[in-house]
């Protein structure tokens, strides 16, 4: 039978823990093509070049000391004083689909490229996060 996946099916993780409170994610892979067409061709041709991923997710902002929060993700791009981000703030993310036992992952190794959180009266404080993939992505089982 057909399966037809919502986001109540879906999780992200960071490492090996389930980052809670999510509210959606999104990735993107884009492979950027090379002209090989030559000056008496009439017809252009295109060949594979770099690929690239890339993808963000809405988090609602909260703290739990024992559990993945949103503050493990945001603290990888804000920081005090003058240091910035660094190879230690690479994160591994695992965007996971799950139907019963079936679970679907895209791993990839990925650096925050920018970060936002606000709060709004009679709101819940949500933290935005967009990141940018390195590396050839290790898992994919979809």
């Known amino acids: 039978m057909a399966k037809v996946y919502s986001g109540r099916d ?20 884009n492979m950027n093509v090379l002209d090989v067409t030559s000056l008496n061709d009439s017809i252009r041709s295109y060949s594979p070049g770099i690929t690239s991923y ?5 988090l609602l902002y909260y703290k739990d000391g024992s559990r993945n929060d949103a503050g493990v993700l945001l603290r990888k791009i804000i920081k005090t004083g003058t240091d910035g981000a ?3 703030d690479l994160v591994t993310f695992k965007l996971r689909l799950i139907d019963g036992t ?9 650096y925050i490229t920018s970060a936002s959180f606000g ?22 089982s979809f």
């Open 10 to 29: 879906a999780q992200l993780l960071v490492g090996s823990d389930v980052q809670l409170k999510v509210t959606s994610w999104s990735m993107t892979a």
């Open 119 to 140: 709060a709004t009266v009679g709101d819940v404080v949500a933290a935005n996060i967009d990141f940018q993939a390195t590396g050839a992505l290790p898992t994919v």
């Open 86 to 88: 660094s190879t230690a």
């Open 102 to 110: 079936d679970v679907n992952d895209v791993e990839l190794q990925a």
């Open 54 to 58: 890339s993808g963000n997710a809405s």
